[in-house]
């Protein structure tokens, strides 16, 4: 056996982003005995607000999120996966994507990622205490007043219903410069959640979907959450004291679940790496529809492989989380991704905020949101 090649990898601390990694590590490394991957965790706000070059420096794999490309491109950090990896592969994962997941990686001519990980917003509940989803906001409200809604208004999640919200009416939010925010859509949004803020637990507005989720399983206080990304992990027997049920979000407009803020992962290789054949063949691997139906899902992952999320094995051992929000899925809505979106999306959080605590009316939330959504294309 040659020299032994050593690849650090960097995820989240969420058994979900590192659990299934560690296990595909180890698998790969068995048919692949000259090779050891290692992998570091950090929060998931630091997975969301961390720069990606700042890892790149010290990491050959890691685990990103897809508004970072943008700023990934400028700063030619990453790898340009399609100039690495087999094309018959690349073209087999992009028509296995579940919706929008595979071409969120993509930017400025290049794949910078793959997904395996697939997320966007829908509602969870607990099924031992409502005996069905909620279809509408009116129904969300209502069980909000009798204080049974927990929601994750923690920065950026307080910005992504706001998104949802207003892609569920019919128009999104701008994604390119000299777009405008449709006042009527902003306006219903913000009115929306304002009326859901003013019911719901003051604690909300320092949870993240993990801390409001373990808020849901843990206790029978709440028994709703109307908009979190999903987290299938929760919806297996044992994983928390209750099983949680997800199913496609509430809608605010008339046409279903569309519009949800697309979330997910990917895997991208440093451009520093000394060794990018191999993290290609690592990064496409892990990707695969045989790893993602089969080891990734049952080591706590959430694939992001469509092949893995219609298969009816990966379906029951998670409730059918897969099935039942593959629409909002499927329809969910693509985040801007320029170099200057990150800036915009911290600072439209506390935009939000102020609006919903009172300390500004909604209409100037929606002049500054825009005012500060068009000064980010100047970075």
Partial sequence: MGEKRTLRGMTWSDPRGYDPLVAASAAFAQSHPDVDITWDKRSLQGFESTPVDRLARDYDLMIIDHP???????????????????????KRLEAQTVGKSFHSYFYSGHQWALPVDAACQVQAFRSDLIPQPQTTYSQVIKQARAGRVVWPLRPPHILMSFFTLIANLGAAFPVTRGMSIDRTAGLTAVVTMHALYEAVDPACRDMDPIAALDALADGDRFALCPLTYLYAPYAAEGYRTHSISFHDMPSLGTSGPL????????????????????????????ASDTVQSGLYAQNNGQPGNAAAWGDAKTNAAVGNAY????????????????????????????????ALSGKTSHISALDALQTRFDESFAI
């Fill in 259 to 286: 519009g949800s803020a697309l979330g997910g992962t990917g895997i991208a290789i440093s451009a520093r790496t000394a060794h990018p054949d191999l993290c290609t063949e690592f990064a496409l691997w892990v």
């Fill in 68 to 90: 970072h490309v943008g700023a990934i491109v400028d700063e030619g950090c990453l790898l340009p996966i399609d100039q690495h990896g087999d094309q018959d592969a690349l």
């Fill in 323 to 354: 099935a039942n929000t593959r629409m909002t899925h499927e329809a969910a809505w693509l985040r801007p991704r320029h170099a200057g979106y990150m800036g915009f999306q911290e600072d439209g959080s506390h935009i939000l905020l102020d």
